[in-house]
């Protein structure tokens, strides 16, 4: 899941799909025309639990993008965005392609090209990110 925005999206990329599922926040998606994709918002039917201390977990709570319906998810085409859950990222080096997987999982090896890596000169790779410039 991309976590954090390193270099900004072209907002007028960005542009609401219907991909028959629920959608998470910051989920890396390819389209069904292989285009791949950051999910800015969560699909309309997106929800999420709060735990509330002394009352219990409030399940349900709408958190997709608001105007959109159903299944639908604003995405972006574009930018640099970080990730945190790439399969074997130890390795990689700046301009290194990331691939997706037909899950949605990111991987340093593959087919469907997702990304590259984007390292900025003084990018904190400490903390276990890894900037991914959306796009072959």
Do not use: C, H
């Amino acid at each position: 899941m991309a976590t954090n925005l390193v270099y900004r999206n072209i907002d007028s990329k960005n542009r609401v799909r219907d991909l028959g599922e629920t959608i998470a926040p910051g989920t890396a998606v390819m389209t069904p025309e292989g285009e791949p994709a950051v999910a800015v918002t969560g699909s309309a039917d997106y929800t999420i639990s709060e735990e509330i201390q002394g009352v219990g977990t409030l399940s349900g709570i709408p958190a997709g993008g608001v105007g959109l319906e159903g299944q639908e998810v604003t995405l972006a085409y574009d930018g640099t965005w970080e990730f945190d859950d790439i399969e074997g990222a130890e390795g990689l080096s700046v301009g290194d392609p990331v691939y997706i997987t037909g899950t949605g999982a990111l991987n340093a090896a593959g087919t469907d090209v997702f990304g590259t890596v984007d390292f900025v000169p003084d990018y904190d790779s400490t903390r276990g990110f890894v900037p991914v410039k959306i796009g072959a």
